[in-house]
Structure formats: structure tokens, C-alpha cells
Nanobody, 124 residues
Framework: QVQLRESGGGLVQAGASLRLSCAVS????????MAWFRQGPGKEREFVAG??????KYAASVAGRFTVSRDNAKNTMYLQMNSLKPEDTAVYYC???????????????????WGQGTQVTVSS
């Protein structure tokens, strides 16, 4: 059974940093593509960042501020978020297994497994 569990969300002021974690069980993280998505109030779920094999991709709105990394020994993926803005406020989700490794998939419906989400709130 594949399970993903996010943690690390919280309430911060604009300009602060947070690091989200996504602990994976039932899958070897390094063998599958992974991604972070977010869903703000009244908005659709949107791609934030992802990794597939050696490929990394970031949404234009977070490029240069957010960084994806992983710890294979802990089977955990991270999203380091710097210079946070109020518009980054959302529930953040990690997801895995959109199919074969290769190009990073940015379509949420392609991912088979999801975490429960963690709330990030950025005050101005």
C-alpha cells in the first residue's frame, strides 16, 4: 500500500521560509516521478515542482524561490520554499507515479497517489 504524508506547513510572514516534507511508504522514492502541487482558496490544483529521473521542473511562479530535493535513505521528498509571498498560500500536496520516468508531468490527474496535504499560510 502506497502512502504519502506531508508535513512542515504553517503560518509565516511574507519573506519567510518553510520546508515541506513528503514521507513515502510502499514505494522506493527514487524509482518513481514525484511532484508537489498546491490548491489555493477557490482555485484549481496547480503544479508547483516535480522530479522525474534526472529532470526537474518548476512552475514559473516559484522558480528561483522553491527547490525540490530528496533523501533516498529516508524515502522522503522535500520542498524548500524561500521568499514566501501571500499568493503562495495554499494546501500543498505531494504526489507520485504519473507513469514512466522521463519528462516531468504537470497534470494532476496523471498522478496515482497523493498525500493528505499540508496548509501553508503566508501573511502580508
Amino acid at each position: 500500500q502506497v502512502q504519502l504524508r506531508e508535513s512542515g506547513g504553517g503560518l509565516v510572514q511574507a519573506g519567510a521560509s518553510l520546508r515541506l516534507s513528503c514521507a513515502v511508504s510502499g514505494r522506493t522514492l527514487s524509482s518513481y516521478a514525484m511532484a508537489w502541487f498546491r490548491q489555493g482558496p477557490g482555485k484549481e490544483r496547480e503544479f508547483v515542482a516535480g522530479r522525474s529521473g534526472g529532470s526537474l521542473k518548476y512552475a514559473a511562479s516559484v522558480a528561483g524561490r522553491f527547490t525540490v530535493s530528496r533523501d533516498n535513505a529516508k524515502n522522503t521528498m522535500y520542498l524548500q520554499m524561500n521568499s514566501l509571498k501571500p499568493e503562495d498560500t495554499a494546501v500543498y500536496y505531494c504526489a507520485t507515479d504519473p507513469g514512466p520516468l522521463g519528462t516531468v508531468v504537470v497534470t494532476a490527474s496523471r498522478y496515482a497517489y497523493w498525500g493528505q496535504g499540508t496548509q501553508v499560510t503566508v501573511s502580508s
